[in-house]
């Protein structure tokens, strides 16, 4: 993992890969509480049963904004500023759902950082993040996000 001291050192890492995540496995319980969470309780996510017969592949498949909802857990993975006071989610540029993750597939994080702009207390990080899909050829998620790390 990689470990900044402060948060204007990010700007080291403009145009860098920050890292990869470890792997996270997507079973249908965290899609069971993910549609508790949201009210989004579309069959093809919870109807284990018809999507063996409905579904492609057999499955049900994990809500695309559940994947989104993946990057402040598998972030921390990946990077670290030790001396900071907080941060905060400042939203997203781009988000695009690229795959299907079929119940019990496991995904990983890569994330690159595209900009760090200073802002009063700290910086605005863009980080470019894409989530590996293992045994898939595209990603299921893309998506720049950016946050504000104060000192």
Excluded at 6 to 16: E, L, R, S, T
Aim: aromatic share 6%; glycine share 8%; net charge neutral.
């Amino acid at each position: 993992m990689l470990e900044i001291e402060k948060p204007a050192d990010m700007a080291n890492w403009v145009g860098k890969k920050l890292g990869t995540s470890e792997w996270f496995t997507v079973d249908q319980k965290t899609i069971d509480l993910f549609a508790e969470a949201t009210g989004d309780h579309q069959w093809i996510h919870i109807d284990v049963e018809r999507a063996k017969k409905e579904m492609p592949g057999g499955k049900t498949i994990a809500h695309g904004f559940l994947t989104l909802s993946l990057l402040p857990r598998m972030g921390p993975m990946i990077y670290t500023i030790k001396n900071k006071s907080r941060g905060i989610n400042y939203g997203t540029n781009k988000v695009r759902f690229t795959a299907m993750v079929p119940s019990g597939s496991r995904v990983r994080l890569h994330s690159t950082l595209k900009a760090c702009d200073p802002i009063q207390g700290g910086v605005r990080l863009t980080v470019e993040n894409e989530m590996e899909l293992e045994g898939s050829p595209r990603p299921c998620l893309v998506a720049e996000t950016l946050s504000q790390v104060y000192d």
